[in-house]
């Protein structure tokens, strides 16, 4: 039983220049959908927030006493 070559089709698949609207499905409801992500995951996004506002609030402070302790 030997191998018998088989003869295939190539498909290419291609977009149509007249086609204006392809990415138009990503923008539609932009606010909408980042609210309703954000009240599903709110937990996660405190936890992922919260140690970033608290790490630049420390570093803006900290530099601020610094430029007040070197005026003198």
Known sequence: ???????MRAVV??????QQKIMSGLWKDLPGK???KVSENWIS???LLA???GTYTYVQNFKEKEKLEHRY
């Not at 039983?1 to 003869?7: A, Y």
């Open 1 to 7: 039983m030997g191998k018998q070559p088989v003869k």
């Open 13 to 18: 698949y291609a977009l149509s220049p007249f």
């Open 51 to 53: 140690p970033l506002v």
């Open 45 to 47: 996004a405190t936890l």
């Open 34 to 36: 980042i609210s309703h």
